[in-house]
């Protein structure tokens, strides 16, 4: 249950930028120039299979209204298809985030993908603007500077000491991005994005786009379909968000994610129950013990043998990104156990160095604000906080702060784009969303494939966040199948199917 730095903040650009290039400026697409990788990021391919993989940066406008005004370079992978004399095109992916890093993602789904798909196509992973090596945003010099702002914030803020260092941690953080930013600040949108990867689909020949996003990377896909349908071959999208809640009501669009959080960690509660001795947390009442933990750790935080100390915050969080992974349930049972009994034995009381030149990066909140609207008062979060709690008891508070951010973002009218969402492709959409996926709930799944012009949904009887293969995600043969045929042949499974997961929780 190891907590992640999950923030709740709002961020700006800071990154190189060079003139556009003519080919660029005019909306020309020259050809991406593929080049060696650098070894640290094909270190984990076996040496037989590097021949395969190739790299390249490729130049699009910072503002696409004013593509003169410089570029920002498109970091990509490419593994090459197996079969050249039968390749169909390009697979472009995308692993989800928003902030998440594509580069490295044809490495991991080599392992996992169809091997037809591999045989057929090019994967192309590629940084989003703003994310890793596509002009990473960055808000701070030092890890130092950093620490300074993120050490007050509170993931999960109760008392309103905490509430009021949370406010202040975001306001000064938004203050300190807005300080640093650069001409890419008001343009990360996903927007954007699907403009970008216009850009690219172009560049590297295909006259039509094949896509397969995951999670955040379902809203680009949709985002493409819209403003390019006619450029549409096949876009698949694994874990989908509900892109109209998404892109006009950010803080009910989070109200609502927790909700589905907590009615899987529900779900996960009853099947730890019925599995009995295989579930370390099954004795007694599950959801009663959980409970006990929630209400202890809101008094001040709990030392842990073999955890260390677990505040509110940290336990959340933990939760909540274990329940993406089914296969790590049983290891969440037994840490929950360990909780509980600490719970009921501990004695624990409540209650000018060298500079680290700062490696992380905020983009995953810059590009949140530019896509979701927020209110502007930093007051209506901790307002609606106690209401969400007793919705989601587990999981309410902490997304109630998440937006909070957005209240103090730098650029107050950036672009997005909030619909139609309704455009026809002429090959429908491919959607598959699990029953009981934390990040993206079922119902979200099912708004995407009613609010596109066309859309197949396939659900997936899985608990866990996507289907089709990502490392340490579930898996289902039958999506993999079905995913397959449809990027090959462009068919889509009968109406009605449901697919199994490859295994189940304990």
């Given at each position: ?85 039968h ?5 472009f ?15 991991e789904?080599s ?57 202040r ?26 403009r ?19 999670s ?41 994610r927790?909700?589905?959080?907590e ?31 929630r ?35 049983a ?49 209506v ?78 659900p ?10 990502r ?10 199948a ?25």
């Open positions: 249950m190891k907590p992640r730095r999950s923030v709740l903040i709002a961020v700006v650009v800071s990154c190189l930028v060079s003139p556009a290039p003519p080919a660029a400026a005019s909306g020309g697409h020259g050809a991406i120039e593929w080049l060696d990788c650098p070894d640290e990021m094909v270190s984990t391919v076996p040496a037989g299979e590097r021949h395969r993989y190739d790299c390249a940066t490729y130049p699009v406008p910072i503002d696409y209204a004013r593509p003169a005004a410089g570029s920002v370079e498109v970091a990509l992978l490419r593994r090459a298809a197996e079969d050249p004399a390749r169909i095109g390009s697979l992916v995308n692993p989800g985030g928003p902030g998440g890093r594509g580069t490295l993602l044809p490495v789904l392992a996992v993908l169809p091997a037809e798909i591999l045989r057929r196509f090019d994967v192309v992973g590629f940084d989003p603007r703003g994310v890793g090596r596509s002009g990473a945003i960055r808000c701070f010099a030092t890890d130092e500077e950093a620490e300074a702002v993120y050490g007050g914030v509170v993931l999960v803020p109760v008392t309103r000491p905490e509430i009021a260092s949370t406010l941690a975001n306001r000064a953080l938004t203050e300190a991005c807005a300080a640093r930013g650069g001409p890419l600040l008001p343009h990360v949108s996903t927007l954007n994005v699907a970008d990867l216009d850009r690219l689909r172009a560049a590297v020949g295909d006259r039509r786009l094949t896509y397969l996003g995951f955040y990377g379902t809203l680009v896909g949709a985002t493409y379909a819209n403003l390019f349908p006619h450029r549409v071959r096949a876009i698949i999208g694994d874990g989908n968000v509900d892109p109209e809640l998404r892109t006009t009501d950010g803080l009910e669009y989070l109200r609502q927790a909700a589905g959080m009615a899987v960690l529900d779900a996960f509660l009853r099947r730890c129950a019925e599995v009995g001795e295989r579930c370390d947390f099954s004795e007694g009442d599950p959801a009663a013990k959980l409970a006990e933990i209400a202890r750790l809101r008094q001040g935080p709990l030392t842990v043998p073999g955890l260390g100390q677990l505040d509110l915050g940290a336990f959340t969080d933990g939760v909540s990104s274990t329940l993406y992974i089914p296969q790590e349930y290891e969440l049972a037994t840490l929950l156990q360990a909780v509980y009994e600490t719970v009921h034995t501990s004695t624990t009381t409540l209650g000018g160095a060298a500079s680290t030149p700062y490696t992380g990066d905020e983009s995953e909140f810059a590009v949140t604000c530019a896509d979701e609207p927020y209110p502007r008062n930093p007051a979060f901790p307002a609606v906080a106690p209401l969400w709690e007793r919705q989601a008891p587990t999981f309410g508070r902490g997304h109630a702060f998440a937006g909070v951010s957005c209240a103090t973002w730098p650029v107050r009218q950036p672009e997005r784009y909030d619909g139609p969402w309704d455009r026809r492709t002429a090959t429908p959409l491919l959607l598959f969303g699990n029953y009981h996926d934390p990040a993206t709930n079922y119902t979200f799944n099912q708004r995407m494939a009613a609010e596109l012009g066309a859309a197949r949904l396939v997936v009887d899985a608990f866990g966040h996507t289907s089709l293969g490392p340490n995600r579930p898996r289902s043969d039958c999506a993999q079905i995913a397959a045929r449809y990027l090959v042949d462009l068919a889509l499974p009968p109406a009605g199917t449901v697919c199994q997961a490859d295994t189940q929780p304990f």
